[in-house]
């Protein structure tokens, strides 16, 4: 590996980071509304799957009772006081209000804040409305309030129990008739999966209406300590999956067509909606829960919500970790490995092997940082031979280039200039590429390594050793950064420079100082990687100054005083000593 090869990754890493701040926003596309199927005659097509078996058949949902009923208004039935319902699962633990029969804690069990509690995934600190998950919209100012602030009844126990000791599934319904409106919400749970089975109705003066169900409030991890972190909208139409952030979202935006899914997320973590049937999600709704006492759009926290046609209110809800292992297989794409995910799948396989094996996140990125240089190691010796034949030449190719320097750029001589210099390549078996491919085909892996250590959930609160917890964190140390820019200068201090470039020169002198700052914010799975490959590098460095190509010509550079050389001196002395006698002898006749 030379330093053209550091500065080329360096700077290409520097590219790769600073696309996430500044080029990212231009090349997401606008959120325009996807769409229709072809052969749906309306605006809003109403899709009509049929209706599987749900998680546990629920009894009948008794209408609500009337009391003094005129035509088409529903009776009363409202609860006297706010209570609190609870769920608990193997997995996780909710937290519901009968006020608007919104859940107000999402709890995953088996993942923790920053400190140490189970984590919560319903942050409402980034928005002072306070709003909650689940509530229902219907479009009216007046009748979203009314459903917002209703007491439902629910004849739920108060906790249900589901972690194994007992029964497996179970569910919450939630009813509430007031003044025309009824709403009536089922929520459907099973151990041992992240999913919820959703089924909502709605009725306005007897009619079933159309709504929308919405998770609004702030969502995912609040202590997450990761500077990539996000948290966006996204929903997926029949391409590829389009994120917004609150800078997106100026305004409420309704989008119609054929969804396959529609959530909220952060780094690690999503609360997805998804269709129950073929047929997919037929309205989406976007928007940010804006507050007029906040000025900067970033702290308002984003809402999603699905639409439903009247009598056709079901769907699933999948809220927990990005993990290959529990994403139902329409969500496997939400895990966003960036341009290299055809090489992050396999490395990801590979880093998953060697973790059973020895049993810690840290040592397996070592032991798989080692295994991918060495695998890459006959194409970086390839690129350095190329670059020490390229060097061989460069005098007479310099040569070449003086001796047309004066003519103009237009002169047809200089046609003539190039035919010598690839003649010249030809003569030894230059490729003026041989260099360059090897570095290329290098590249993918490395970025592809570097994305998979920054999304990868299986590093978030991992420990390595020592002071390192947390290899999604970054080092709280420094300790971590300054070892992997003492490597890189150590690289640099080792590979010898094959131009004189004066300008390059500087760059390569500030270059691990940029870096190591630029790192000292990265998760420490990241700077383990770097700090590892860096001193794989430094062997492979020694291995060939002492063996490569270029080994017999240093050798013999640096001991200019033996072998051939020596003996040519040795031979030389005695005439050398010859002529300084005869020297003597003509100034002594001279003076004479």
């Known amino acids: 590996m030379n330093r053209d090869f550091l500065l080329a990754i360096a700077l290409s890493f520097l590219v790769l980071l600073a696309s996430r701040y500044f080029l990212e926003p231009y090349f997401r596309p606008e959120p325009a509304a996807p769409t229709g199927d072809a052969e749906s005659p309306g605006p809003y097509p109403e899709p009509q799957p049929e209706r599987p078996a749900p ?3 629920p009894p009948a949902v008794p209408r609500i009772p009337q009391k003094n009923p005129g035509p088409g208004v529903a009776g009363s039935l409202k609860a006297l006081k706010q209570q609190m319902y609870s769920v608990e699962t193997d997995l996780y633990k909710l937290s519901f209000s009968n006020r608007g029969a919104v859940v107000k804690e999402w709890v995953l069990k088996r993942y923790h804040d920053a400190n140490g509690e189970p984590l919560n995934l319903i942050d409402t600190a980034d928005s002072p409305q306070a709003v909650f998950p689940m509530a229902v919209m219907v479009g009216s100012q007046a009748e979203d309030s009314t459903i917002r602030n209703a007491l439902f009844v629910s004849e739920s126990p108060n906790h249900l129990d589901l972690t194994g000791g007992g029964a497996t599934s179970g569910r919450l319904r939630f009813r509430y008739a007031e003044g025309g409106i009824e709403v009536v919400k089922t929520m459907s749970f099973r151990s041992g999966s992240y999913e919820v089975e959703l089924d909502c ?7 079933p209406a159309d709504y929308v169900l919405l998770w609004q409030g702030g969502f995912g991890d609040a202590t997450l300590a990761n500077t990539w972190a996000k948290r966006t909208v996204f929903y ?22 054929r969804f396959r899914f529609l959530g909220v997320e952060d780094h690690y973590f999503a609360a997805v909606f998804l269709p129950v049937g073929p047929n997919g999600l037929h309205r989406i709704h976007l928007a940010q829960n804006t507050d007029p006492s906040i ?52 490395l990801f396989v590979g880093l998953k092997w ?48 003086e001796k047309y320097k004066k003519l103009k750029a237009t002169d047809p001589k200089r046609q003539q200039m190039n035919s010598e210099v690839m003649a010249l390549y030809k003569e030894h078996g230059v490729n003026p590429l041989g260099g360059c491919l090897p570095l290329l085909l290098q590249m ?69 100082l940029i870096f190591g700052f630029m790192m000292a914010t990265q998760s420490s799975g990241l700077v383990l990687y770097w700090f590892t490959s860096n001193l794989v590098n430094i062997f492979q460095q020694l291995a060939m100054n002492r063996f490569g190509p270029g080994a017999p010509a240093k050798q013999e550079a640096a001991g200019g005083g033996g072998g051939k050389n020596a003996a040519k001196v040795e031979q030389t002395k005695p005439e050398t000593k010859a002529v300084t006698r005869r020297s003597k002898r003509r100034k002594a006749r001279s003076a004479r």
């Not at 100026?250 to 119609?256: C, F, L, N, P, V």
């Not at 996140?361 to 194409?379: D, E, H, Q, R």
């Not at 917890?469 to 010898?496: E, F, N, R």
């Open 295 to 346: 000025e900067d759009p970033e702290a308002h926290s984003l809402r999603a919500g699905v639409y439903s046609a009247a009598s056709n209110g079901r769907f699933r809800l999948f809220v927990g970790p990005k993990d290959t292992e529990v994403l139902p297989d329409e969500l496997r794409d939400l895990i966003d490995y960036g341009w290299f995910a055809f090489l992050c799948k396999p």
């Open 354 to 401: 060697i973790y059973d094996a020895v049993g810690n996140y840290g040592v397996s990125i070592i032991l798989l940082t080692v295994v991918i240089n060495a695998a890459l190691f006959p194409l970086r010796y390839k690129s350095v031979t190329a670059s020490q034949k390229m060097q061989k030449i460069q005098p007479r190719i310099k040569a070449i280039q």
């Open 55 to 57: 998680l546990a058949p």
């Open 236 to 257: 997926r139409g029949q391409e590829a999956i389009e994120r917004m952030d609150a800078g997106d979202l100026e305004s409420k935006q309704e989008m119609e067509g």
């Open 201 to 207: 109705d709605v009725s306005i003066n007897g009619r």
């Open 444 to 512: 993918p892996f490395l970025f592809a390594f570097y994305s998979l250590l920054n999304v990868a959930i299986e590093l978030r609160q991992a420990p390595f050793f020592a002071w390192i917890q947390d290899l999604s964190a970054p080092d709280p140390t420094y300790i971590l950064p300054v070892l992997m820019v003492g490597s890189m200068m150590l690289t640099q201090k080792l590979t010898p420079m094959p131009s004189a470039d004066p300008l390059q020169a500087k760059m390569m002198l500030f270059m691990p």
